[in-house]
């Protein structure tokens, strides 16, 4: 506890690479490495000013059974963007192991002053803080002060839906796991049984079919995105 740094010790990192980026954060390593399904790399680094990035599926080599996982993805975490990218391009490649891993391409990182920008005030629905719009805003200014063409877009997803197709894909992965666990340790935590609880009823209510067609949708939506811009900026 107390402060390390400009860090608060009181304060969470978020999760689930907390530890990773906790270390990255207090100038204990320089590079970490993590796991993200639902945020698991990004979220930790937004709450610590360091960088996650989730590559595109098939990107970095996994094991299974989590390589069959298309919500599944490990990742670099550094605490500049070009480390974060140095250590991506270590990290990914194919491996035989992996049936879903890419051969690598190797590619320069986008120059700022030749992008063109999605600017996304909202993903539909979504609940975001005024302090966060502004900063948004503000990085959008600075991306088109240095040359990048930046333009309004809309994404028109429903919070509920991505909410509960997010539910009921963890209702047949990690819920299974802790349900296991639950039945041979009684120290798993209150937080995780609600988890196991409330996305296993998800998973019963939208089928891997349903969801599968709704996910496509908004896979649809990004792809026409990415076919007018470089980058989106949310």
Partial sequence: RGCVGAHNGCRTTGGSSGGSVAALAAGMTVLATGSDSGGSLRSPAAFTGTVGFKAPYGTVPTIFPAALDPFWQDGALARTVSDCDL???VLAGHDPVD?????????????????????LANLGNFVVDEEIAQDVAR????LAAAGSVVEPAELYWDSSTVNAIADAHFGDHGAVDIGLLAADCDEITEYALNFATRTTAAAQRLRPQQRHREAGKMYSDIARLFERFDAVLC
């Fill in 87 to 89: 250590l991506h391009e």
């Fill in 99 to 119: 049936m879903a891993s890419l051969v690598r391409r190797p590619r320069p990182l986008a120059r700022t002053d030749s992008m063109r920008v999605a600017l």
């Fill in 139 to 142: 990085v959008a200014q600075a």
